[in-house]
């Protein structure tokens, strides 16, 4: 039976990117959005145009680029961020302007110091210079699960009349209990009844881990539109996850009884994505795409599962794209098995990154027997991930370590930076350490490194090396950096200086205040 269409709206692009320790490059941004578009999602919200240019061109470049979704892009309540947001996303077939001002007592008397007409008079003005622009307009009341329920009626009632087409309530700090806000949703409807003529979206923050359910309440009491973010990414402990709530919808759509757009096959090589380019991982027993989701550990699970899958599997674990293949790949197996790879994985490459993988892939398959789909995931983000020239100020030009059972171990290390030669040497506890003082001892003390993992990804004593870092610099800002090779230290040597060259480059952005 039919049920009614649920708009997916992704700002995975947008409030995930604001997650601490995430940070999209401008091609990464693209790429993400290509597969969101290819996942089905109705509206992809790509930035916050105003927030730095680097946000201004992700979303102008997705404008650009990427058909089929309703492209989005952020503005706070005035007139040079709508302005700039239109610059952005006007390049699209399906522009979106999404305005917000934020509604609650706390937020209007502690943030904008505005009173309640003030407020709505702000909101008037921004939704009417938004539809000057764009047919499609919206506007959410942020922090509206704090704001007096009559006030967020008036606030909503005024958008509509001015033009707002989607009206979108956020549980801005993850404040809510699912059935009371299932309930202002309700009262909405009931208190504006021009709201079922326009689409009513709800996003929910998960700081009480209430964020999928909260998103579900609201479908039951009638919302049209959800938003969230791929792996429940975001703002401090996430924005809902669109993972979930889809699966919610299409398992037991017995009992939402409503559609969704969305073509599920395509979700874990999305979650992949996303967690390999924000450097965020996926924490294993995650629901729906955590690498626990469809492992059967117990014994009497997996008797279970091998009389009857129905028994202990709610959902087929085909139905989110999750084949658990284990692709092998050898020297002989060229560039097409390559491409084909990691097409499916969801990366789109130029002729010239497909070419410079399958060598990178050819010489470590004249090394290790086979290459897996892990190396060739890691050898691809490898080389899509390159510095532009004139990003990489600092470069590894040599290095040099000696370490022995019975010796402390040093290193010295040449650097070019800014095309000037500098040598530092370094003790450790280890080679790999030695190394990374050697080069904290020529760059200085402005950053310091605040993770390091180390991965073989296959093979023997020769397997391939993945290392990937964190660094901090002193405002708490987080680059996150990857680097592959088979020699562990020239890896880790490698990410330590890409990750200084990712801060050394980083523009500040500014987010709306909170
Ligand atoms: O959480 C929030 O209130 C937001 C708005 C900008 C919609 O992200
Ligand atoms: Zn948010």
Same mark, same amino acid.
């Given at each position: ?7 997916? &709206? ?8 604001? *997650?601490?320790?995430? *940070?999209?490059?401008?091609?990464? $941004? ?17 930035? &916050? ?10 979303? *102008? ?18 007139? %040079? ?84 087409? /989607? ?44 964020? =999928?359910?909260?998103?579900? @309440? ?50 874990? $090589? ?16 995650? @629901? ?65 990154? /497909? ?11 004249? %090394?290790?027997?086979? =290459? ?10 490898? =080389? ?8 990489? $100020?600092?470069?590894?030009?040599? &290095?040099?370590?000696?370490?022995? *059972? ?54 023997? /004593? ?16 987080? &680059? ?7 020699? =562990? ?26």
């Amino acid at each position: 039976m039919e049920g009614r269409k649920i708009i997916i &709206f992704d700002t995975t692009l947008r409030d995930g990117e604001q *997650s601490p320790g995430a *940070s999209l490059t401008v091609s990464d $941004k693209l790429i993400v959005a290509r597969q969101l578009a290819r996942l089905g999602m109705d509206v992809i919200e790509a930035g &916050f145009p105003i927030a730095s240019e680097g946000d201004f061109e992700a979303v *102008s470049l997705v404008a650009k680029n990427v058909k089929g979704p309703i492209i989005c892009g952020l503005a706070r309540a005035n007139d %040079k961020d709508i302005d700039r947001c239109w610059e952005a996303i006007r390049h699209s077939e399906r522009p979106r302007i999404h305005t917000f001002i934020a509604t609650s007592k706390i937020h209007r008397e502690e943030k904008l110091k505005k009173s309640k007409e003030e407020v709505i008079d702000m909101v008037v003005r921004a939704v009417k210079r938004a539809k000057q622009y764009c047919e499609d307009v919206e506007f959410s009341p942020e922090d509206a699960a704090r704001t007096n329920l009559d006030y967020m009626c008036d606030v909503v009632r005024e958008a509509i009349k001015a033009g707002a087409t /989607t009206i979108n309530i956020p549980d801005t700090v993850g404040y809510a209990e699912p059935k009371e806000f299932g309930n202002r949703i309700k009262y909405l409807f009931e208190k504006v009844p021009e709201s079922k003529d326009i689409v009513v979206s709800v996003h929910c923050h998960n700081d009480l881990g209430n964020a =999928v359910a909260n998103s579900l @309440a609201a479908v039951e009491a009638g919302a049209t539109q959800v938003e969230g973010c791929i792996n429940g990414i975001g703002e401090r402990a996430g924005n809902a996850s669109i993972e979930e709530i889809v699966m919610n919808l299409v398992t037991r759509k017995d009992y939402f009884n409503v559609d969704v757009g969305i073509n599920t096959k395509e979700i874990y $090589k999305t979650s992949r994505l996303v967690s390999k380019l924000t450097g965020i991982e996926v924490q294993r027993n995650k @629901a729906i795409v955590g690498l626990n989701a469809f492992a059967h550990e117990a014994g009497i699970h997996q008797h279970g599962v091998l009389s009857s899958k129905r028994t202990y599997e709610i959902m087929e674990p085909g139905d989110i794209g999750w084949t658990g293949e284990n692709i092998v790949i050898g020297k002989h197996s060229g560039k097409h098995a390559v491409t084909n790879l990691l097409k499916k994985a969801g990366y789109e490459l130029s002729k010239e990154e /497909t070419h410079k993988i399958t060598e990178k892939v050819k010489d470590l398959a004249d %090394k290790q027997k086979n =290459v897996e789909r892990d190396d060739i995931i890691a050898i691809a983000n490898d =080389v899509i991930h390159q510095l532009s020239e004139k990003e990489q $100020k600092i470069k590894l030009e040599e &290095f040099a370590v000696t370490t022995g *059972s019975a010796m402390t171990p040093t290193a010295s290390v040449k650097l070019s930076v800014d095309g000037e030669v500098k040598i530092g040497a370094g003790v450790g506890v280890g080679p790999v350490d030695a190394v990374s003082q050697a080069i904290w001892n020529i760059v200085g003390p402005s950053l310091r490194l605040t993770q390091y993992n180390l991965k073989a990804i296959t093979g023997g /004593t020769n397997a391939l090396a993945e290392v990937s870092i964190k660094l901090m610099d002193k405002d708490n800002n987080i &680059f996150s950096a990857e680097a592959v090779n088979e020699d =562990v230290i020239k890896a880790s040597a490698i990410a330590i200086i890409i990750g200084i060259n990712k801060a050394f480059n980083f523009e500040k952005r500014i987010h709306p205040q909170r």
